[in-house]
């Protein structure tokens, strides 16, 4: 064992995979949780070949292949009459391109999936930090009920709300992106009439888009429906949504999304926020991770992926210089940063591609598409998907 003690905050998706890379690095690593059980939305997550590779090379291969969904496709489409706009194969080409497969995954699956391979002694949960103290050699962490720690280096994998990010850099709220998303899991079963393929569908149209694919080994559709509004007045994030409110934004869309929206028996709605680009993401001995310090919209489907590839490169740097635990954090924002910060950058760009209104600029955005210029062709996406995190260093 490596002589650094880390200290976790957050046991969501980016927490734990960040443990089970400072894990297999060799380093003593504490995670603490807030909550009394680890739990994730009843919602799926795609996990793309840049977050895949560092999963497999974790050992989780086994577990991902059991409980994950393999598309054979992203198939981008028209929202009325579902014209193709653009299919990308996600099967056995993408993953002979890029070495790893893409996977479509249920979040509670891929949450239990990651918790299992940590040993559950290294997992506090009911552990909420309200406040740490830093030295020059190790920083003290205080949780609302719980005794103090001592760790080495702290990492703040603690979401877009997080408190250690405001510890570090002062309170600062996130920002309403104008989009609400509407989330549901549908038995497969209910949908047998509608003839829809193991593919991501993403139907884009004026103001909004539908995303659904697969999961849970195809026994549960899982869809996202994304509406633009102008603002979000409830007092909480997300809420029970109404069927028929979703139903009446989708009015006159493809069969299949209306098809989908009629067959779920309730829908979760969210207001999406994001964050813009942090300057910095570390002070000393303490960084951030994950939608802690990269909060963006999920029009990539790269928010999770970055908090994945996050704790991989954490791990590197920290064992390439683990006398120096402060330079290597240096390090690690210097490898990071920049990246995530054009994912979000891309991420909210889409908001606009996708959403065009019918009219000149969605027939050129559609005609870029046609001839695979745009989006998920393979050499768009090569920078994202080839990415090799856990080797960052030259
Ligand atoms: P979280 O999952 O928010 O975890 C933070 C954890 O910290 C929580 O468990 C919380 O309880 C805990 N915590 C908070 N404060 C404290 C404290 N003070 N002390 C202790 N614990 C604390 N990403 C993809 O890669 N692919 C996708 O397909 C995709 N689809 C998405 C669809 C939608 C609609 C949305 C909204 C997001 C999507 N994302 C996707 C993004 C992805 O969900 C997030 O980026 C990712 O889950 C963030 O993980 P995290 O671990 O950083 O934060």
Same mark, same amino acid.
């Given at each position: 064992?490596?002589?650094?003690?880390?200290?976790?905050?957050?046991?969501?998706?980016?927490?734990?995979?960040?443990?089970?890379?400072?894990?297999?690095?060799?380093?003593?690593?504490?995670?603490?949780?807030?909550?009394?059980?680890?739990?994730?939305?009843?919602?799926?997550?795609?996990?793309?070949?840049?977050?895949?590779?560092?999963?497999?090379?974790?050992?989780?291969?086994?577990?991902?292949?059991?409980?994950?969904?393999?598309?054979?496709?992203?198939?981008?489409?028209?929202?009325?009459?579902?014209?193709?706009?653009?299919?990308?194969?996600?099967?056995?080409?993408?993953?002979?391109?890029?070495?790893?497969?893409?996977?479509?995954?249920?979040?509670?699956?891929?949450?239990?999936?990651?918790?299992?391979?940590?040993?559950?002694?290294?997992?506090?949960?009911?552990?909420?930090?309200?406040?740490?103290?830093?030295?020059?050699?190790?920083?003290?962490?205080?949780?609302?009920?719980?005794?103090?720690?001592?760790? *080495?280096? +702290?990492?703040?994998? !603690? #979401?877009? @709300?997080?408190? $250690? =990010? %405001?510890? &570090?850099?002062?309170?600062?709220?996130?920002?309403?992106?104008?989009?609400?998303?509407?989330?549901?899991?549908?038995?497969?079963?209910?949908?047998?009439?509608?003839?829809?393929?193991?593919?991501?569908?993403?139907?884009?149209?004026?103001?909004?888009?539908?995303?659904?694919?697969?999961?849970?080994?195809?026994?549960?559709?899982?869809?996202?429906?994304?509406?633009?509004?102008?603002?979000?007045?409830?007092?909480?994030?997300?809420?029970?949504?109404?069927?028929? *409110?979703? +139903?009446?934004?989708? !009015? #006159?869309? @493809?069969?299949? $999304? =209306? %098809?989908? &929206?009629?067959?779920?028996?309730?829908?979760?709605?969210?207001?999406?926020?994001?964050?813009?680009?942090?300057?910095?993401?570390?002070?000393?001995?303490?960084?951030?991770?994950?939608?802690?310090?990269?909060?963006?919209?999920?029009?990539?489907?790269?928010?999770?992926?970055?908090?994945?590839?996050?704790?991989?490169?954490?791990?590197?740097?920290?064992?390439?210089?683990?006398?120096?635990?402060?330079?290597?954090?240096?390090?690690?924002?210097?490898?990071?940063?920049?990246?995530?910060?054009?994912?979000?950058?891309?991420?909210?760009?889409?908001?606009?591609?996708?959403?065009?209104?019918?009219?000149?600029?969605?027939?050129?955005?559609?005609?870029?598409?046609?001839?695979?210029?745009?989006?998920?062709?393979?050499?768009?996406?090569?920078?994202?998907?080839?990415?090799?995190?856990?080797?960052?260093?030259?």
């Amino acid at each position: 064992m490596r002589g650094l003690t880390v200290g976790v905050i957050g046991g969501g998706i980016g927490g734990l995979s960040a443990a089970l890379s400072l894990l297999a690095a060799g380093f003593d690593v504490q995670v603490y949780e807030r909550s009394r059980a680890l739990g994730e939305v009843g919602a799926g997550v795609q996990v793309s070949p840049n977050a895949s590779r560092i999963l497999h090379n974790l050992g989780l291969a086994g577990e991902l292949a059991r409980v994950g969904v393999k598309p054979l496709a992203l198939h981008q489409r028209r929202w009325d009459d579902g014209r193709t706009l653009l299919r990308t194969p996600l099967g056995e080409p993408l993953e002979d391109r890029f070495g790893f497969p893409h996977y479509q995954a249920h979040r509670a699956d891929l949450l239990a999936a990651l918790a299992a391979a940590i040993p559950p002694e290294r997992i506090h949960l009911g552990h909420r930090l309200t406040a740490f103290d830093q030295t020059h050699d190790r920083v003290r962490l205080r949780f609302a009920a719980q005794d103090d720690a001592e760790v *080495d280096v +702290l990492v703040g994998a !603690d #979401g877009i @709300h997080s408190d $250690v =990010r %405001g510890l &570090l850099f002062g309170p600062e709220r996130p920002r309403f992106t104008g989009c609400i998303a509407y989330r549901g899991l549908i038995p497969a079963e209910r949908l047998e009439g509608l003839d829809i393929e193991v593919t991501a569908q993403v139907f884009m149209g004026p103001g909004q888009h539908f995303v659904n694919y697969y999961v849970s080994g195809r026994r549960l559709m899982n869809f996202v429906a994304i509406v633009e509004q102008g603002t979000w007045t409830r007092e909480s994030w997300t809420d029970r949504g109404e069927v028929a *409110d979703a +139903l009446k934004a989708f !009015d #006159g869309w @493809h069969p299949q $999304v =209306r %098809g989908m &929206l009629e067959a779920v028996d309730e829908t979760f709605v969210w207001a999406l926020f994001d964050r813009p680009p942090l300057p910095h993401w570390s002070q000393g001995r303490v960084t951030l991770l994950g939608d802690a310090c990269h909060a963006m919209l999920p029009f990539m489907a790269q928010g999770a992926a970055q908090a994945i590839e996050d704790g991989a490169t954490l791990a590197a740097c920290l064992a390439a210089k683990s006398d120096d635990p402060a330079g290597a954090l240096i390090d690690y924002e210097r490898l990071r940063l920049p990246r995530a910060s054009r994912m979000q950058a891309l991420s909210s760009e889409n908001k606009t591609r996708f959403h065009l209104h019918d009219g000149p600029d969605q027939e050129a955005r559609d005609e870029a598409m046609a001839k695979g210029a745009t989006d998920w062709s393979y050499d768009v996406v090569a920078w994202i998907y080839d990415h090799d995190a856990a080797n960052p260093l030259p």
